[in-house]
């Protein structure tokens, strides 16, 4: 079966300190490629990160971080120095090589940030 | 950067009516797009994928004549809700292939969402 699971429905942090939001998932693939999205209250998904199964080294984006172990199927989402605006709810995804179209979304985890 | 819009953000209508929502690419060209439905609280669910010149592929259990789907130019695809009732109340949104990935590096760049209410 092709799954994300993200374990953390919602998170309180304090205004300048990182967190880090959990994703597991499972696949039979041997390619894929795991994915970060915001979507803050106004709706719109937006595209944090990308990990591909056979890079070597975890994906960054400026604050974002992509911290992938293949062994433990787990890709979780570091943010680092977190800032207000980075309230939201945050979507792990997964395109596995045998339905790549398709993107499979976790559950998400709503980050709220204290001031 | 690529950007996906929606129109319109916010509709309300009445029960048995029809509506329309625009998905478009405005800097780029999408020969596949996406259409999603996300109740409250919840993560999206991929209705159809919606590809330019020809029919979608809708999801298993999604109807097709209610929810039509036409993908006529490079950069637009419109969602029509026909006969729409209150349980279509829902936010929708689209997405759109980003040029320049494919397989699993593909990756959708998202328009706002366009949140439907049917009275």
């Known amino acids: 079966a092709q799954k994300i699971t993200q374990t953390q429905p919602g998170m309180f942090v304090q205004e300048k300190e990182a967190v880090t939001l959990d994703c597991t998932y499972d696949?039979?693939?041997?390619?894929?490629?795991l994915f970060w999205y915001k979507q803050p209250s106004s709706g719109e998904m937006i595209f944090l990160i990308y990990?591909?199964?056979?890079?070597?080294q975890n994906a960054t984006e400026g604050r974002y971080s992509l911290n992938f172990q293949k062994a433990r199927k787990s890709a979780n989402l570091v943010i680092s120095a977190s800032q207000l605006g980075d309230s939201a709810m945050y979507f792990c995804?997964?395109?596995?090589?045998?339905?790549?179209?398709?993107?499979?979304f976790g559950s998400g985890t709503r980050l709220s940030i204290r001031p | 950067g690529a950007v996906v819009s929606q129109h319109p953000s916010w509709v309300i209508c009445k029960s048995g009516t029809s509506v329309k929502i625009e998905c478009r690419s405005l800097?780029?060209?999408?020969?596949?797009m996406f259409w999603y439905r996300q109740f409250p609280k919840q993560s999206l669910m991929l209705m159809a994928t919606?590809?330019?010149?020809?029919?979608?592929?809708?999801e298993q259990g999604v109807e097709k004549d209610k929810f039509l789907i036409n993908h006529a130019s490079l950069t637009l695809s419109t969602l029509t809700v026909t006969s729409a009732h209150p349980e279509d109340s829902s936010f929708y949104i689209c997405?759109?292939?980003?040029?320049?990935?494919?397989?699993?590096?593909?990756?959708?760049?998202f328009g706002p969402g366009t949140r439907l209410l049917v009275l």
């Open positions: 997405s759109a292939r980003l040029p320049g990935t494919s397989g699993v590096a593909e990756t959708q760049y």
């Open positions: 696949t039979s693939d041997q390619s894929y490629g």
């Open positions: 990990q591909g199964s056979y890079d070597e």
């Open positions: 995804a997964m395109t596995p090589y045998s339905s790549a179209s398709k993107i499979i």
């Open positions: 800097d780029f060209q999408a020969t596949t």
């Open positions: 919606s590809n330019e010149g020809s029919k979608a592929t809708y």
